[in-house]
């Protein structure tokens, strides 16, 4: 084992480790959130992860962009198994380790791999050509300057670096293979890189061409080691999370909110007539619960996955009806905001411990009223989601609290709270008069 | 006829859940007319379209009349938990009271809340919104529906959120437009795809927050560019909006609004 296998070990266990405590972080995040019991139904739950995850059922709804992220999608999954091997090789010293017991499929291995490359890098340049010359407008919102921004740059532009990298190892590789150079063994079939990126190269002398092998071998691994451990930070963290956040999805119909069981209690209390009316309340248990949301604690666990799963493609803002006619709602927000407000919150418990509060929460300081107030609740925010989010679901329980615990409401809903509390009707109209449609015309 | 059913001053014969318990009768299925259906002027005429289909059918129905209530709707969207349940509540003790089965509705909000959130609050029933109940009398050969006033006619169908992304029924209503004859056209965003009319989650009740838009307009100027001639509704607050939106765009005469049990009735000249 020579020095450089030690120093890829070093590199990569720190790699993983890192990642690791970040991915701890993250789950602790997560687990903030309210309990709520999504065991049920698995044999529809991984139907609906693999049709809309796996399968991007979803995604395709907008072809363009829809193809071409299938194209990046598929080029990192098989990548993956070129990973594997590089790992392995830098480990062990070895060159091409899978080539030696693939025989032939090998070849197919790396030929495919050429062409995922040459896909992904050319997707990844039409991405940033859409973001940043076409200027698409669901990139250019108000809640995607500056850091969402620079983010999915940094995204693209690694990813192309990377396959550059990949494809410059392997032209290299081709080279130092027909010169028949020690180590080099004839493996891979180079299409790609064999035609594009050789013909740069050829003419150079077999240390010069070891030195371009090493150095994009190592670029390339380092870069993904990095790129790793850059996912965290990032609205790229939904190459994970995607799947467990379409696999515990609502199944319900869309149209079907939560029945709260806190109000049930007190509800059923009222219409029971044998309840004493002046009996004692019984003993409080624990912290009394809150109605509705106010910060991202009060939230469930799925509504922070979501959080984290987001990756700001927009395509729910882009079909927000309030959206779309220039109100402030924007449902990609609500989203960014909830992972923005639980990382401020996981952080202070990092430096300040678990029972410190900063006196912020996600409604009033980071999501408004008059947001929350101009949501139809018409659910194609949801539909929209290619991974499974549901942003009403946060925007009906901030209502709750506004409504529920603070009396907080525009005055005219207000008045039609108080109709149909007086009523039963969101108009003011006698109940006796409820048949009068019979007789006119 | 049953001397327990009530002809109406216009001959509609309506029996309400009330009268038909005090003769021990019993209906095989409840209209639920809603707040709209009951109170709303231009809404009161859907509900007098379905009716006419319904005696024209002869199906065995009642209402509940002065003992129907909200159902809470409105008040769960605008995040008002305790009330919707108390009206739940309420409704369910009623609709219990009557060991009510099946219920038919035309509007989506209540078919969604009764459909989708009494069942666990211990309201459990059958319920349709009348675009399938009317497919399925269609289906069933107890209703035929005379083509002939909208043949040549241009019709497209705004999907009520709460029928459609809400509950994914998306055909019943298409398939009544292509009953009628008539052609049936889509705007841009249709379907699961279709945009709200911008009365759901309460805001029917209150002003739009600042935009540069009104939503019922960016939908009613949708419904114009497909060159229909009659935008068919299936939501009394769609209704609302999209006439509203015809009126500020000035179309009243190139694109009537009607819902789809008024566009039955019409033709077959009930």
Same mark, same amino acid.
């Given at each position: ?34 309990? &709520? ?8 739950? /991984? ?40 790992? &392995? ?39 940033? &050509? ?21 983010? #999915? ?23 130092? !293979? ?7 063994? !004839? ?30 071998? /190592? ?36 149209? !079907? ?8 209690? $007190? ?21 009394? $619960? ?16 979501? #959080? ?10 882009? !079909? ?24 401020? %919150? ?37 539909? #929209? ?57 | ?74 008040? @769960? ?100 437009? $292509? ?47 497909? @060159? ?17 939106? %015809? ?9 009537? %609004? ?13």
């Amino acid at each position: 084992m020579g020095i450089d296998n030690i120093i890829f070990i070093l590199i990569a266990v720190g790699a993983v480790l890192l990642f690791s405590k970040n991915i701890k972080t993250i789950a602790r995040n997560i687990n903030l959130g309210k309990d &709520i019991d999504l065991s049920d139904n698995k044999a529809e739950r /991984w139907k609906k992860m693999l049709m809309v995850a796996v399968g991007q059922s979803k995604m395709v709804k907008k072809p363009v962009s829809g193809i071409l992220h299938i194209v990046v999608y598929i080029g990192f999954v098989i990548i993956n198994i070129e990973v594997l091997e590089i790992v &392995i090789d830098g480990i062990f010293g070895t060159h091409r380790f899978f080539a030696s017991f693939l025989g032939p499929f090998y070849n197919v291995l790396i030929f495919s791999f050429e062409w995922l490359a040459l896909g992904v890098l050319l997707a990844c340049v039409i991405f940033l &050509i859409r973001r940043n010359v076409l200027k698409i407008n669901r990139f250019g919102l108000k809640e995607m300057l500056g850091w969402p921004k620079t983010d #999915a740059n940094i995204i693209l532009i690694a990813e192309i670096l990377l396959m550059g990298a990949f494809l410059t190892m392997n032209a290299s590789d081709y080279l130092l !293979q027909g010169l028949n150079a020690d180590h080099y063994i !004839q493996a891979g079939a180079f299409p790609v890189s064999g035609t594009l990126v050789a013909p740069l190269i050829d003419g150079m002398s077999i240390n010069s061409l070891i030195i371009v092998e090493r150095a994009t071998w /190592w670029f390339h691994i380092i870069g993904i080691f990095a790129f790793l451990n850059y996912l965290p930070y990032s609205k790229h963290f939904h190459i994970l999370l995607a799947f467990p956040n379409v696999y515990f999805s609502k199944l319900r119909p869309k149209g !079907q909110f939560s029945n709260m069981e806190s109000v049930q209690k $007190e509800v059923a209390m009222m219409f029971d007539p044998e309840a004493d009316p002046y009996a004692a309340p019984a003993e409080p248990v624990g912290e009394p $619960e809150r109605f509705g949301v106010k910060d991202v604690t009060d939230l469930s666990w799925k509504n922070l996955m979501d #959080a984290y799963s987001c990756t700001e493609c927009g395509r729910c803002t882009q !079909q927000c009806p309030a959206n779309i006619t220039g109100k402030l709602l924007s449902p990609r927000k609500i989203m960014m905001d909830t992972r923005d407000r639980l990382e401020e %919150v996981g952080k202070n418990i990092d430096t300040h411990g678990k029972d410190y509060t900063d006196g912020k929460s996600l409604l009033g300081d980071y999501i408004s009223e008059e947001e929350l107030w101009a949501c139809t609740t018409c659910n194609a925010c949801v539909e #929209a989601c290619p991974v499974g989010i549901d942003p009403l679901s946060i925007i009906v329980d901030m209502r709750r609290s506004l409504i529920m615990e603070d009396s907080k409401a525009p005055s005219e809903l207000t008045s039609m709270l108080s109709n149909i509390e007086n009523n039963g009707a969101p108009w003011q109209f006698a109940t006796n008069d409820r048949l009068n449609w019979r007789d006119e015309n | 006829m049953k001397d327990s059913i009530i002809m109406s001053n216009n001959g509609m014969k309506v029996n309400t859940m009330a009268k038909m318990m005090a003769k021990g009768e019993t209906a095989d299925v409840l209209f639920w007319v809603g707040c709209a259906g009951s109170f709303d002027d231009r809404a009161k005429k859907i509900t007098r379209a379905f009716v006419k289909i319904l005696n024209h059918v002869g199906i065995n129905f009642a209402v509940l009349g002065t003992e129907e209530s909200c159902t809470g709707d409105p008040a @769960k969207r605008a995040g008002n938990e305790f009330l919707f349940q108390m009206q739940a509540m309420g409704n369910i003790q009623v609709l219990n009271g009557y060991e009510v089965k099946k219920i038919v509705t035309t509007c989506p909000h209540c078919f969604n809340t009764l459909k989708n959130e009494y069942p666990s609050l211990g309201g459990e029933y059958e319920v349709m919104h009348h675009t399938q109940f009317l497919q399925q009398l269609i289906n069933e050969g107890k209703l035929t529906v005379e083509g002939g006033v909208f043949k040549g006619k241009k019709i497209t169908f705004h999907d009520p959120c709460y029928l459609g992304r809400a509950n994914d029924v998306y055909e019943a209503p298409r398939a009544l437009v $292509e009953k009628l004859d008539a052609e049936l056209v889509e705007m841009k965003r249709c379907k699961s795809k279709g945009l709200c009319c911008g009365a759901g989650g309460a805001q029917m009740f209150k002003e739009a927050e600042p935009g540069n838009k009104e939503i019922n307009v960016e939908r009613t100027e949708e419904a114009i560019e497909t @060159k229909a001639d009659i935008v068919a509704v299936g939501c009394p607050f769609c209704m609302t909006m999209m006439t509203d939106g %015809v009126k500020t765009k000035n179309k009243e005469e190139d694109l009537k %609004v009607f819902d789809l049990s008024e566009l039955i009735a019409q033709a077959n000249d009930l």
